[in-house]
């Protein structure tokens, strides 16, 4: 069991290139979710799927899209990206469904730097 | 808005016992307390979940009084591994939808 993967683990963009951050996981969990990590801050989440197929809002969804490709696959992607949007994001994954008492599982995140 | 407030820092030395308070003052009838341990450059990690009274496991203890406005997380012996930031969630309602909030977290040092 690979738990949660995150691809790449680093990447260095300029002013308005674009991309996508890859997450996948092998435990069978209907919800996934992508957050951001600014340094010295706590998360915030950007977008949830609580199921394949379906997608939500977080704190902070300017900027971004996402698609849960499956069950497995949750990508976030930035089409423009800005400075604002150098941070660590995590992905993670849950079983339950049931949010109140979810028990999430992180990636090993991925160092982005925008120039 | 269920928020939650925590010490941002504590010192501790190996072998004591660590008590990290986290205030949830508009916490909800449905939601549960979770906390969760980030090491630098990791992601975090699940340390305990509870609804009331008080929840134990292998690493760590939880004490949620009858008002549930507030929780203490519990660590017995800490050793040096245990530096890290400590976070305690509850839920929050955006666009009708319930999210899981994140704080700034608790920085425990924990000194030779």
């Known amino acids: 069991n690979a738990g949660v993967t995150q691809t790449p683990k680093f990447q260095v963009l300029k002013t308005g290139q674009s991309m996508t951050l890859q997450c996948a996981q092998d435990m069978n969990h209907n919800s996934m979710y992508w957050y951001r990590q600014d340094p010295g801050m706590g998360l915030r989440l950007i977008y949830y799927?609580?199921?394949?197929?379906?997608?939500d809002k977080g704190e902070v969804p300017n900027g971004y899209n996402v698609s849960r490709l499956n069950k497995r696959e949750f990508s976030l992607r930035l089409e423009s990206a800005a400075p604002s949007q150098t941070s660590v994001y995590f992905c993670?994954?849950?079983?339950?469904?049931?949010?109140?008492?979810?028990?999430?599982?992180f990636g090993p995140g991925t160092r982005l730097t925008v120039l | 808005l269920a928020k939650t407030t925590q010490p941002i820092s504590m010192d501790s030395y190996e072998g004591q016992e660590v008590n990290i308070t986290c205030s949830h003052n508009n916490i909800a009838t449905n939601d549960y307390i979770t906390w969760y341990q980030q090491f630098p450059s990791q992601g975090p990690r699940f340390i305990i979940q509870g609804y009331k009274t008080k929840v134990t496991n292998e690493v760590a203890s939880l004490f949620i009084p009858a008002d549930r406005k507030s929780s203490t997380l519990s660590l017995p012996r800490v050793s040096l591994s245990d530096t890290a930031v400590y976070y305690c969630l509850v839920g929050d309602t955006m666009d009708s939808s319930y999210k899981l909030i994140f704080g700034s977290g608790t920085r425990l040092l924990v000194r030779p």
């Open positions: 799927s609580a199921s394949e197929g379906t997608t």
């Open positions: 993670a994954s849950s079983d339950e469904g049931h949010p109140e008492a979810d028990t999430q599982y």
